[in-house]
Nanobody
């Protein structure tokens, strides 16, 4: 059974930074695409960023381009999301995800989420 455990969330002021981590256990996810999604109160879950298994292809939502950076360390079975220049609209629960195909239509694994709150 695969488990994805997020960490690094918290309360930060506008313009601040946070780095989220997602550690996978149970099996190696080296061939899996990894992604970050978020869900704000009253809104649907939305895509934030993803990275292919080899790290060569990275994709971002328009709302976070230039501010967020996704990376992965396959040796540690961990994916990261560096978030800079945070805005109040970035406030959400952030979820880590893993999928073999990377199309996210039927994501294989989800984490439990970590809260990010950006105060103005």
């Amino acid at each position: 059974q695969v488990q994805l455990v997020e960490s690094g969330g918290g309360l930060v002021q506008v313009g601040g930074s946070l780095r989220l981590s997602c550690a996978a256990s149970g099996r190696t996810l080296i061939l899996y695409a990894m992604g970050w999604f978020r869900q704000a109160p009253g809104k649907e879950r939305e895509f934030v960023a993803s990275i292919r298994w080899n790290g060569a292809n990275r994709y971002y939502a328009d709302s976070v381009k230039g501010r967020f950076t996704i990376s992965r360390d396959n040796a540690k079975n961990t994916v990261y999301l560096q978030m800079n220049s945070l805005k109040p609209e970035d406030t959400a629960v952030y979820y880590c995800a893993a999928d073999l195909t990377g199309d996210w239509g039927s994501t294989d694994y989800w984490g439990q989420g970590t809260q990010v709150t950006v105060s103005s």
